[in-house]
């Protein structure tokens, strides 16, 4: 069923508008929310692979040349979109059923920004069209704004201002980029082009090309959260509900994949590329850890983590084999339900205590076991401990950066899940093991069992994922046999 | 003893880093671990130049090591170039782009 490929994208953007435009039937509102976010994992699930047409303008065959143009705006549905399509939905479902039974009057605006991230996103890992996707990264980062200043924590408007003024160099930086690209090529749909450089058609040491892949990794650094934009990303995080930064790292992932695997076919067959991929994804790595030891805000501190976890998915494209990718879109798989479940399950224990500062916390494990022992199962998978998870996909980056030459990125990768390690390790000593503080009020102070849902879900895909991983990696590693 | 006054003299800084509020000792030890991390990995780091040429690598990691170990504390000053500040964000943004665009306009087929 391959007519299910657009419905992907139609069905949270459709139920983004009628949910905005109905918001004030709240019981209708929230009976539609809810069966839209439990078909949005479901659609991929159901649809077949292949490409879907806009417009039925199938490929042209160009009888001169012998090479094939797309015409039409293109999404490819393969098991790579179908996981991560399926990972989003679920999350999207996930987040939607905690936010409905949160709160009893639901708000029609932030349900259509949470289905309209979803459908960008979406639109933006199927798409074969470069313009296209700017399009939807551009309607991603509205909607990631929005979310950010909808949730009632204190300067979350201002965190969005900032996160919006730094999109507007990022982003016309980009749409620059693509410009150029299209000034080369005559062409915005990737593989054309990808074919137009691999076939020396375009000189792909020309200034202009060049300058294209400078524009568009400067874009791509702003969308991922890489440094520079680091701060302001996990900024972002800690100042959106606690659900909603769950919703907003898989935003995070989803755009950076989208975009690099695009790069990478049109400037794979430049060295310079993995090197700057590699370089910025260290640093990542580096700062990200780094600031996070230092941190006292545990959402900020979660919100660095996820930052520097975002280091390794672009370690492993950066070093440009196919079981290097495969081990980096793993990560990114494994980051998404991790983090995810980390954002929830601290968001949990602010529900049940008010206060964001580790100093002010202690002794919560003996009145939230449950979350507690769920919050630090996922934590050991953020660092990467056996059988979880994140521990398959970072020994597989361990074992491709020694494959390819690098023990000493191996060695840093090594540091730093240790240092991951080490600021759980110390964050749930201080919130959950430590005395707690005469001022703390935990008594009758109950989390929400949406939330205990969640995250029992999530702690369940990490189990199976750390021990079934060929499940994944296997169609991921077909994915990537394709676009090397 | 001069090396092991500056390191001890780097724990009575961390109290500013976390001012206003109490320093606990699970806060000084995360950042002392991130002040180490910070060094090791960055050194680490600068042994991948290897791969461009080995005397090059061996200067540069001499001389971050050196550098990096003689201007602890690192973190606090760290920490301060990446605050909340807007115009630290947006200065640090467009000084990447302009080294991202004058290195690939002009160097990129080096590599």
């Given at each position: 069923?391959?007519?299910?490929?657009?419905?992907?994208?139609i069905v949270?953007?459709?139920?983004?508008?009628?949910i905005s435009?109905?918001?004030k039937?709240?019981?209708?509102t929230?009976?539609?929310?809810?069966?839209?976010?439990?078909?949005?994992?479901?659609?991929?699930?159901?649809?077949?692979?292949?490409?879907?047409?806009?417009?039925?303008?199938?490929p042209?065959l160009?009888?001169?040349?012998?090479?094939?143009?797309?015409?039409?705006?293109?999404?490819?549905?393969?098991?790579?979109?179908?996981?991560?399509?399926?990972?989003v939905?679920?999350?999207?479902?996930?987040?939607?059923?905690?936010?409905?039974?949160?709160?009893?009057?639901?708000?029609?605006?932030?349900?259509?920004?949470?289905?309209?991230?979803?459908?960008?996103?979406?639109?933006?890992?199927?798409t074969?069209?470069?313009?296209?996707?700017f399009?939807?990264?551009?309607?991603?980062?509205?909607?990631?704004?929005?979310?950010?200043?909808a949730?009632?924590?204190d300067?979350?408007?201002?965190?969005?201002?900032?996160?919006?003024?730094?999109?507007?160099i990022?982003?016309?930086?980009?749409?620059?980029?693509?410009?150029?690209l299209?000034?080369?090529?005559?062409?915005?749909?990737?593989?054309?082009?990808?074919?137009?450089?691999?076939?020396g058609?375009?000189?792909a040491?020309?200034?202009?090309f060049?300058?294209?892949?400078?524009?568009?990794?400067?874009?791509?650094?702003?969308?991922?959260?890489l440094?520079?934009f680091?701060?302001?990303?996990?900024g972002?995080?800690?100042?959106?509900?606690?659900?909603?930064?769950?919703?907003?790292?898989?935003?995070?992932?989803?755009?950076?994949?989208?975009?690099?695997?695009?790069?990478f076919?049109?400037?794979?067959?430049?060295?310079i590329?993995?090197?700057?991929?590699v370089?910025?994804?260290?640093?990542?790595?580096?700062?990200?850890?780094?600031?996070?030891?230092?941190?006292?805000?545990?959402?900020?501190?979660?919100?660095?983590?996820?930052?520097g976890?975002?280091?390794?998915?672009?370690?492993?494209?950066?070093?440009?084999?196919?079981?290097?990718?495969?081990?980096?879109?793993f990560?990114?798989?494994?980051?998404?339900?991790?983090?995810?479940?980390?954002?929830?399950?601290?968001?949990a224990?602010?529900?049940?205590?008010?206060?964001?500062?580790?100093?002010?916390?202690?002794?919560?494990?003996?009145?939230?076991?449950?979350?507690?022992?769920?919050?630090?199962?996922?934590?050991?998978?953020?660092?990467?401990?056996?059988?979880?998870?994140?521990?398959?996909?970072?020994?597989?980056?361990?074992?491709?950066?020694?494959?390819?030459?690098?023990?000493?990125i191996?060695?840093?990768?090594?540091m730093?899940?240790?240092?991951?390690?080490?600021?759980?390790?110390?964050?749930y000593?201080?919130?959950?093991?430590?005395?707690?503080?005469?001022?703390?009020?935990?008594e009758?102070?109950?989390?929400?069992?949406?939330?205990?849902?969640?995250?029992?879900?999530?702690?369940?895909?990490?189990?199976?994922?750390?021990?079934?991983?060929?499940?994944v990696?296997?169609?991921?590693?077909?994915?990537?046999?394709g676009?090397? | 003893?001069?090396?092991?006054?500056?390191?001890?003299?780097?724990?009575?800084?961390?109290?500013?880093?976390?001012?206003p509020?109490?320093?606990?000792?699970?806060?000084?030890?995360?950042?002392?671990t991130?002040?180490?991390?910070?060094?090791?990995?960055l050194?680490?780091?600068?042994?991948?130049?290897?791969?461009?040429?080995v005397?090059?690598?061996?200067?540069?990691?001499?001389?971050?090591?050196?550098?990096?170990i003689?201007?602890?504390?690192?973190?606090?000053?760290?920490?301060?170039?990446?605050?909340?500040?807007?115009?630290?964000?947006?200065?640090?943004?467009?000084?990447?782009?302009?080294?991202?665009?004058?290195?690939?306009?002009?160097?990129?087929?080096?590599?």
């Amino acid at each position: 069923m391959n007519e299910l490929i657009p419905l992907m994208v139609i069905v949270p953007l459709m139920a983004a508008l009628l949910i905005s435009a109905f918001s004030k039937l709240n019981k209708v509102t929230k009976i539609f929310a809810f069966v839209v976010a439990i078909c949005l994992p479901l659609i991929p699930l159901l649809s077949n692979y292949g490409l879907h047409y806009f417009g039925g303008y199938e490929p042209m065959l160009d009888n001169v040349t012998g090479i094939m143009y797309h015409p039409a705006i293109t999404y490819s549905f393969t098991f790579l979109q179908q996981i991560i399509i399926c990972a989003v939905g679920l999350l999207t479902f996930l987040v939607i059923f905690i936010y409905l039974t949160k709160y009893k009057k639901v708000s029609g605006p932030y349900l259509f920004l949470l289905f309209l991230g979803t459908a960008a996103v979406t639109a933006m890992i199927l798409t074969d069209d470069i313009f296209h996707m700017f399009v939807f990264f551009e309607i991603l980062a509205l909607a990631q704004v929005g979310i950010v200043a909808a949730s009632s924590i204190d300067f979350s408007y201002e965190m969005a201002l900032k996160y919006m003024i730094l999109g507007s160099i990022g982003s016309p930086i980009m749409l620059l980029g693509i410009g150029f690209l299209l000034a080369l090529t005559g062409s915005v749909n990737v593989t054309d082009i990808a074919l137009a450089v691999h076939t020396g058609l375009i000189d792909a040491t020309s200034p202009v090309f060049l300058l294209s892949l400078a524009l568009i990794f400067f874009g791509w650094l702003y969308a991922s959260g890489l440094p520079p934009f680091h701060t302001i990303k996990s900024g972002i995080y800690s100042k959106a509900e606690p659900h909603g930064a769950a919703l907003l790292q898989s935003f995070t992932v989803v755009s950076m994949i989208s975009i690099v695997i695009i790069m990478f076919r049109i400037y794979s067959s430049l060295p310079i590329f993995e090197v700057l991929v590699v370089f910025f994804s260290i640093l990542a790595m580096i700062l990200g850890v780094s600031l996070a030891l230092t941190q006292t805000d545990f959402r900020r501190m979660i919100g660095f983590l996820a930052v520097g976890e975002l280091g390794f998915i672009g370690l492993g494209i950066g070093l440009g084999t196919n079981f290097s990718i495969t081990a980096g879109l793993f990560q990114a798989l494994n980051e998404i339900i991790i983090t995810a479940l980390l954002f929830i399950g601290f968001g949990a224990v602010v529900h049940a205590t008010n206060e964001v500062d580790t100093r002010k916390l202690g002794g919560i494990l003996a009145y939230h076991p449950k979350v507690s022992i769920m919050l630090l199962i996922g934590g050991l998978a953020m660092a990467g401990v056996p059988p979880l998870s994140g521990f398959q996909s970072k020994l597989m980056l361990v074992q491709a950066s020694l494959s390819c030459g690098f023990p000493e990125i191996s060695i840093l990768a090594i540091m730093v899940s240790i240092a991951t390690f080490v600021v759980f390790v110390k964050t749930y000593y201080t919130m959950f093991l430590k005395p707690k503080p005469n001022d703390l009020d935990l008594e009758g102070k109950e989390v929400p069992k949406s939330m205990v849902f969640a995250m029992g879900v999530l702690l369940i895909i990490i189990i199976l994922l750390g021990i079934f991983p060929d499940v994944v990696t296997s169609g991921i590693s077909n994915f990537v046999g394709g676009i090397l | 003893m001069k090396l092991y006054d500056q390191i001890f003299d780097v724990v009575k800084q961390f109290r500013k880093l976390f001012s206003p509020g109490p320093v606990t000792n699970a806060d000084v030890s995360g950042s002392i671990t991130a002040e180490i991390f910070l060094i090791v990995s960055l050194v680490l780091s600068a042994i991948l130049l290897r791969h461009v040429n080995v005397l090059l690598a061996g200067l540069v990691t001499l001389i971050v090591a050196i550098l990096l170990i003689s201007n602890i504390p690192l973190i606090p000053k760290f920490k301060i170039e990446q605050e909340d500040s807007l115009e630290k964000m947006i200065f640090y943004a467009v000084l990447v782009l302009a080294l991202l665009v004058t290195f690939m306009y002009w160097g990129g087929n080096l590599v």
